[in-house]
């Protein structure tokens, strides 16, 4: 069975970091996209980082590009989510993902994936 474990989050102040880790088993990352997702109250889950460990390709939302970095480490089966100057507006609960993928495509954020960790929290305060 796919299962995926996140961990990591918590409260920090507006300008601060995290690291995320969702420990995975049950898939390889070489056919596999991973993917970090988080939700605001309110508000639809939206994609924040997405990759593949195959060729190396990455996919970041506009808003956190510079500020976030998703890496696989394959030899631990973790996927992290590095975030920093952290922003009020970056509080939700973040979710690790996975999904097959086909490596001739383009890794994206912007589909379906199929499985999911229960999420764990992150609360920047101002």
């Known amino acids: 069975d796919v299962q995926l474990v996140e961990s990591g989050g918590g409260l920090v102040e507006t300008g601060g970091s995290l690291t995320l880790s969702c420990d995975v088993s049950?898939?390889?990352?070489?056919?596999?996209?991973v993917g970090w997702f988080r939700q605001a109250p309110g508000k639809d889950r939206e994609g924040v980082s997405c990759?593949?460990?195959?060729?190396?390709?990455?996919d970041y939302k506009d808003s956190v590009k510079g500020r976030f970095t998703i890496s696989i480490d394959s030899a631990r089966n973790t996927v992290f989510l590095q975030m920093n100057n952290l922003k009020p507006e970056d509080t939700a609960v973040y979710y690790c993902?996975?999904?097959?993928?086909?490596?001739?495509?383009?890794?994206?954020?912007?589909?379906?994936?199929?499985?999911w960790g229960q999420g764990t929290q992150v609360t920047v305060s101002s």
């Open positions: 049950g898939f390889t990352f070489d056919d596999h996209a």
């Open positions: 990759a593949t460990i195959s060729d190396g390709e990455t």
């Open positions: 993902a996975a999904t097959p993928w086909d490596t001739i495509m383009v890794v994206t954020c912007e589909y379906e994936y199929d499985f």
